[in-house]
């Protein structure tokens, strides 16, 4: 009967150890909010262009690490996705800084364009050694 006091508590302490201790990166991105994916959808699509088939906008999310990145997927012939910078976290006035399509662009491209972590939390993927044609996350 004694000993069960104790065990309550020590699981509740690992429970919220293993919540803390758990990687925080997949849940670090997060989808954008309605004006925001409004503001994203339009720039995105417009850097996409008019390719035969069109282009699709199927979603954006923003970076926790700098709410100033966020990353559009739009599929379309060539194209699979842009990255994004504004001025503030606030602004809704997003600028393309970076195009993905084609094939997998250099992490080098990437990584001049926005910090490692913003990379990491977005999931940005991309050519990490030319000469081997080893790909992953450039964050």
Known sequence: MRNSLFVVPALLAAAVLLVLASPAADAARRPASR???KAIKRVALRACGSPP???RYLGARVST???RYAWADVVGEGFSG????????R??????IGTQGGGIGSCAYWRARAPR???RD??????LDASTGATGRCG
């Open 35 to 37: 004006a925001a994916a």
């Open 91 to 96: 602004s809704h006035r997003f600028s393309v």
């Open 82 to 89: 842009v990255l994004l910078k504004r001025p503030s976290a």
């Open 122 to 127: 977005l999931r940005v993927s991309g050519l």
């Open 65 to 67: 690490r700098n709410a």
């Open 117 to 119: 972590p913003v990379l």
């Open 53 to 55: 088939g069109g282009c």
